[in-house]
């Protein structure tokens, strides 16, 4: 974990560049439709990312600016350069934070073990997830929150029966208490479009029955405007992508059927949704035939993921990418030609400062094309322990009713951080 004196060295450069209209430490000072400083905080030069994007990085330098010459460990230039130019001065509607802990037990076969289900509250001797999203609203600005739950928790462990009272009157406990701070909340089922290995309307559960646990989990929340469906984390491995949009198809159909008609439904591709591939592996094309009943698309946006480490797995300490080149760009692009939107979330790293330099970059460069990018979801917090316990831990730390953040949030992820001031709209 880098220096605590790093980071508040990072908050007090920032205070004073705020009162000189620069730039801070880690925050964007250039790039294509940029309106904001061009210059940045004494100790910091400003160094150019991509044609879309420069950043005041730590230098000798007194002051930059965004002529400085671009000397930078990522490439200067975009891998694509995007045909339809990005809508600058917009600002990302949702920032947030994966609440772990419904979804343990579960792994990316789409075994999910019931009692492995951790409720994140602390009547189930869980972390105390209210509070951290009553936090997490009230100091860090944050506005929606992600509920990852396993299928067979939400069945007790029984494919093609009705919901299991109990068990969702645990989760719905966390719902609430996700409404109560007046976030929106994305109801998440965590099974990798699997059921115990099996993959749904490919051999395994069918369609109809992945629509079954929708129709009733829909009906629950049809009267909530601010619940979001994400109809299933991270497919991967799917053999017929064109079969895996008609599943999805039958989970959207469901949910309008059931009553839920204005609320937005996430819809995930292959390849463990990657915000990457989700052009190249054929899931966004057969994605854009998914429609509503009435034939419209309102209100069925793309699910995408993207981390910043070597693998992009999100399973190591340091950052090594800001996916500007590879990922976001060409999908933005994509996006605005099929006039499309997309939400990243799942997204995060390491509580070091490569992980801050990446991740405000990729922040920025969304808010700046936020006519396509929705926001970004971070993991996680919710059960997950200490930074030191769990690398991408996003948890906060509770001391009487003081919470502390972890660096990467503090930073960079809460809308609130200097190096992403103003980049949500609330």
């Keep these: 974990m880098a220096p605590k004196r790093l980071f508040a060295l990072v908050l007090a450069l920032f205070a004073a560049a705020s009162v000189r209209?620069?730039?801070?430490?880690?925050?964007?000072?250039?790039?294509?439709?940029?309106?904001?400083?061009?210059?940045?905080?004494?100790?910091?030069?400003?160094?150019a990312q991509s044609a879309y994007y420069s950043q005041c990085l730590p230098g000798t330098a007194t002051s930059g600016s965004a002529t400085s010459p671009a000397t930078s460990s990522t490439s200067t230039a975009p891998a694509t350069t995007p045909s339809v130019p990005p809508i600058s001065g917009n600002k990302l509607q949702f920032a947030g934070v994966n609440i772990a802990g419904f979804d343990f037990g579960c792994n990316t076969d789409g075994n999910c073990n019931v009692s492995g289900?951790?409720?994140?509250?602390?009547?189930?001797?869980?972390?105390?997830?209210?509070?951290?999203?009553?936090?997490?609203?009230?100091?860090?600005?944050?506005?929606?929150?992600?509920?990852?739950?396993?299928?067979?928790?939400?069945?007790?462990?029984?494919?093609g029966a009705d919901l299991y009272a109990p068990n969702v009157a645990e989760y719905d406990m966390l719902v609430q208490a996700c409404l109560a701070t007046g976030a929106s909340c994305i109801i998440d089922i965590h099974n990798y479009a699997r059921w115990n290995g099996e993959i749904i309307g490919q051999g395994g559960p069918t369609n109809e029955q992945f629509a079954l646990t929708w129709s009733q989990l829909a009906t629950m929340y049809a009267d909530e405007p601010k619940i979001i469906f994400g109809v299933m984390n991270e497919p991967h491995d799917i053999p017929d992508i064109d079969l895996w949009a008609g599943s999805v198809q039958a989970a959207v159909t469901a949910i309008r059927n059931a009553g839920a008609n204005s609320q937005m439904i996430l819809l995930p591709g292959n390849d463990y949704t990657s915000a990457q591939q989700f052009v190249s592996d054929g899931s966004g094309p057969a994605l854009l035939g998914v429609t509503n009943p009435d034939g419209s698309t309102t209100g069925l946006i793309f699910d995408v993921h993207k981390y910043l480490d070597s693998d992009n797995s999100g399973t190591h300490l340091d950052c090594v990418t800001n996916n500007i080149d590879d990922a976001w760009a060409p999908l933005a692009t994509w996006l605005r030609e099929n006039g499309r939107q997309a939400f990243n979330t799942e997204t995060g790293g390491g509580n070091v400062a490569d992980c801050v330099e990446f991740m405000c970059q990729q922040i920025a460069y969304q808010a700046q094309n936020a006519d396509v990018f929705l926001g970004y979801v971070g993991w996680a917090a919710g059960n997950f322990g200490s930074p030191a316990e769990y690398v991408l831990s996003e948890g906060p730390t509770q001391s009487g009713t003081t919470w502390t953040d972890t660096l990467l949030v503090q930073s960079c992820m809460a809308p609130i951080a200097g190096a992403q001031s103003g980049s949500t709209g609330q």
């Design 21 to 47: 209209a620069q730039s801070p430490i880690f925050g964007q000072c250039g790039g294509i439709g940029w309106a904001g400083s061009t210059t940045c905080a004494a100790g910091s030069v400003c160094t």
């Design 117 to 159: 289900a951790w409720p994140p509250l602390t009547q189930y001797y869980g972390m105390d997830g209210a509070g951290q999203m009553t936090h997490f609203v009230e100091d860090d600005g944050y506005n929606v929150f992600r509920l990852p739950v396993g299928w067979q928790f939400l069945l007790n462990g029984v494919l």
